[in-house]
């Protein structure tokens, strides 16, 4: 329904960004990361996703598409809600978030409030056998270290292909992000940060 909303930031609160477009402000519940981008009283930017159940009609912000594609990614995990997507968010970014699926790493999802041991592992099991499917309908092979361009990684950029493949870009995408990044000696984060700043662009 939304897209997105550009407009004056009204409110600031926790976990809540008030846009005004044209005199209507939208009340956009959002993630500790995306407030940090916000000024009241300055023009904001948030992609939005409309969450609509029994008695809910919710509207979420995000300063950036790589947000608001975890945040949905998240929700496609049975059991994790908006609540516990927002939580997770919070604690960490996109980035971090994909690292921790790729590398299996519980302890940074458990330190979002609210989320637990067998939760954490839910969402690694998941989401790790949602990319492995994805991966092997898009004919990228990481087991082998190959792209389906035939371009040789490292395992650190192996590690950072298969976190951009959790956040649901193709294979073609992701050999062409990583063109040019320093593989060698960036920390994975940064590999997976400056690929996500290329596809963005």
């Given at each position: 329904m939304f897209y997105y909303?550009?407009?004056?930031?009204?409110?600031?609160?926790?976990?809540?960004?008030?846009?005004?477009?044209?005199?209507?402000?939208?009340a956009c519940k959002t993630t500790n990361n995306t407030l940090?981008?916000?000024?009241?009283?300055?023009?904001?930017?948030l992609y939005?996703?409309?969450?609509?159940?029994?008695?809910?009609?919710?509207?979420y912000g995000f300063a950036t598409q790589n947000e608001l594609s975890s945040f949905k990614l998240l929700l496609g995990v049975s059991g994790v809600g908006p609540r516990?997507?927002?939580a997770i968010l919070s604690t960490g970014t996109p980035e971090s978030l994909a690292m921790a699926i790729v590398t299996g790493d519980e302890k940074s999802l458990t330190a979002a409030p609210g989320i637990g041991k067998k939760i954490a592992q839910r969402i690694i099991l998941e989401l790790k056998d949602k990319m492995a499917k994805e991966s092997a309908a898009a004919g990228l092979d990481f087991s082998s270290g190959?792209?389906?361009?035939?371009?040789?990684?490292?395992?650190?950029?192996?590690e950072a292909a298969q976190a951009l493949a959790v956040l649901g870009y193709t294979s073609a995408e992701v050999a062409a992000a990583l063109k040019g990044v320093d593989v060698e000696t960036l920390p994975l984060e940064e590999i997976i940060r400056q690929s996500l700043k290329k596809m963005v662009k």
């Open positions: 909303l550009d407009g004056t930031v009204a409110e600031i609160a926790p976990f809540l960004a008030v846009i005004d477009c044209g005199g209507v402000g939208y940090s981008r916000l000024k009241k009283g300055q023009r904001g930017k939005t996703y409309l969450h609509v159940a029994e008695g809910i009609f919710d509207l516990a997507a927002l190959m792209s389906v361009n035939a371009v040789s990684f490292t395992s650190k950029a192996t």
